[in-house]
């Protein structure tokens, strides 16, 4: 072929090439739907202008509370809560909730009947997490930070100002309670063992309670330093677990192991959930009989407090996650309820619907019932607001 | 030929030695007779299985008679199995079978179990967050901490003697008396049975347990830092909304041996497929700042060791702004 006619066909198909182009640019009408025309590959980022930014109107998201109304239940506080105690009143006082601001540390009352809250410490402990308040409302204990960098800071509540004296803890403490003697149990690790320990902060007294053999324990404490404490191995799904009942110092191994195992209880019954079959279950042991005795709903003894019965936070769930491990790592969440474990009986019963009273998904943890048995608290682990059930209204 | 002679006396007389090894404990000289608990050593409570095994046919036409603490079983007469429930912790227990023959001729056979509980506790020295209050898992190549704890026996844990096995392997070497704790590398494998035995120092085995250890890979969960309330416990589990302009992300890597997790070959963060420079000082943790509005981007996130290649874990999730 001649190179001038092999120039004019070359030229001629970058015009038509460049013509197609231009009649795609003008006159082309795009496709409504764009995936059926080019795969999506998945290769590294995309731009979704399709995305509607979450609504961050405020009264959307945050409940209005009236603490002071006749409701059973009632939400206490619009503040993440690190902390809180039924503070003892006497038959003339109104009844008040302590609690500390999680991340602030600074710790407020609530008076349960005009519904007032006022700030009692405006002393800042910053990244609280944890506390616990003495039932006198004297003294606190208060964890904050993380890793290496966890304090543990001791605290008297001052009746005259705002000011929080604090001391800080140098021991390495692994979980920690109050008494109803307004003294403080905390437990220490040590190089094979977790030691429990009594402080009693108005007279700076440490007392040694009892050892668990092993490191990775939890402790469910007693109310007291003299009560029935128990202990077991934390909580794997693929792990055995065994629970010790701990009397005047003396561990005492229970009927009680399984994989996934955690518990809580008192001297009348343990209330303890297991993987079986690679189903999650609930049993209530008896402590009179010595007989296991099976329970509906599963619950997560994480969610459960007790005085005389054992109540808990749970729902008629059928588990379909590796329990309890991803309710831990908190990739989980449920809608819960109040139910309501008697020792007499080996029954559970529905309390109160949580969740369904109101509309809302509240999962329940650190739960905690005040001394006369009439006002169950609970936080809210989706915003760690505090929440109170007062059977007596 | 005197060279052959003594060459065959030598062979005769080595090859003797085993052969009349196999006679003694040959059930032609000496046939199986005798009375075999299952489990070997119950637990309190726990259902166990009496068997009479008698390969010589001496209790043939012979009544059985099983008997619990001197207690007759009746519901077990004349059978060669039995089954029984363990008595209470530390309290011992008499299984005796008795086989009446003819002629007021009887052998007895008896056995004494102590119903004990062996627990072992297994602290694997990997990382899970502070709030997580489970416990943690091996992975390949972490060390793991074995407590036994007995409890039942009136002999102090310091005097008895522990043998510690890991698959076929023994730990430390042998038996190693008040050894209660041990520690050793997770193998290869998805599962490793680790087994103690239990013995005092006179050498009577008093307890044997053997539990499955799972050794499970590393994991990453992506979770909000706030810097006034810490880290939020829940996880971000699809995608995390940018409200503000700027947020933190933590990468929590479970299950990752904590000598890794402390001193990382390898942590990169990769924010919609490019490798990002984290400005952090905490390799884990990385701040994003909004750069234009509407949109998605992938958060990847990887740690790995160097050495021990199989030691490490990738995880990613989605940043909406």
Known sequence: ??????????????????????????????????????????????????????????????PVIDVASNQSLRQLTTRPVAGYQDVTATTS????????????????????????????????????????????????????????????TLGTISTTSDTLETQTISESIVSFTKTIENTFLYAVKTNNSVVAKEFNPATKSVKNLFTVPFREAVIVWANSAKGVHFAYPKASAQLEGFIYQIKNGVLERLPIDGYGLSATGNASGILYSKVEKNEYKTYF???????????????????????????????????????????????????????????????????????KTTSQNIDISSLHISNDGQRIYFINTLDKNLWLFDQGK | MRTFSILCTLLFAFTALPAAAQLTSNQFT???????????????GETITATLTDHRGSSFGATVTWLVDGKVISTAENQRKTTLTAGKIGVPQTIEVILSKSGNTSESLKKIITPLYVDIVIEPQTR???????????????????TALINGSKIPASDLVYTWRIGQQVIEGGPIRGRNQVSYTTPMGDRETLTVQIATTNGTIIARRSVSIPSVSPTIQFYELSPLFGLNSKTIIDSIPLIGNSTVIKAEPYYLDSRV?????????????????????NPYEI???????????????????????????????????
């Open chain 2, 261 to 281: 997790y402390n001193q990382p070959a390898i942590s990169q963060w990769k924010i919609g497929g490019i490798t990002t420079s984290n400005q952090s000082s």
């Open chain 1, 1 to 62: 072929m001649k190179r001038p006619i092999f120039i004019i066909i070359g030229t001629l198909i970058v015009l038509l090439l460049v013509g197609v182009w231009m009649y795609i640019l003008f006159f082309s009408q795009s496709s409504s739907t764009p995936d059926e025309t080019y795969a999506d590959l998945g290769l590294g980022d995309t731009t979704d202008p399709s995305y509607t930014p979450p609504s961050t109107d405020d009264q959307t998201n945050t």
């Open chain 1, 285 to 355: 042991y008896n402590q009179s009989t010595a007989i296991s005795y099976p329970t509906l709903p599963a619950l997560i003894p994480e969610k459960c407090s007790s005085l005389t019965e054992i109540i808990c936070g749970g729902s008629y769930t059928t588990y379909k996650e590796i329990m309890p491990d991803t309710w831990y790592q908190g990739a989980a969440s449920f809608a819960d309820d109040l139910f309501i474990t008697h020792p007499e009986t080996n029954l559970t019963e529905p309390l109160t619907g949580v969740s």
């Open chain 2, 287 to 321: 701040t994003l700042q909004r750069s234009w509005s509407g949109g998605s981007t992938e958060l990847e996130f990887q740690v790995r060791d160097t050495t021990q290649v199989l030691q490490g874990a990738k995880g990613s999730t989605r940043i909406n702004f």
């Open chain 1, 93 to 152: 006082d109104p009844s008040y909730v302590y609690f500390t601001e999680r991340g602030t540390g600074h710790i407020f009352s609530i008076n349960l009947e005009s519904g007032e809250e006022k700030r009692i410490s405006a002393t800042t402990i910053p990244l609280t997490t944890h506390s616990v308040i003495t039932p006198n409302g004297r003294y606190t204990m208060v964890q904050s930070g993380s890793g290496n960098a966890t304090q543990f």
């Open chain 2, 128 to 146: 899970t967050p502070d709030f997580y209050i489970g416990r943690s898992l091996p992975s390949i190549g972490s060390i793991v901490n074995a």
């Open chain 2, 30 to 44: 000496n046939p199986e007779y005798g009375l075999e608990i299952q489990p070997e050593f119950p637990r309190p």
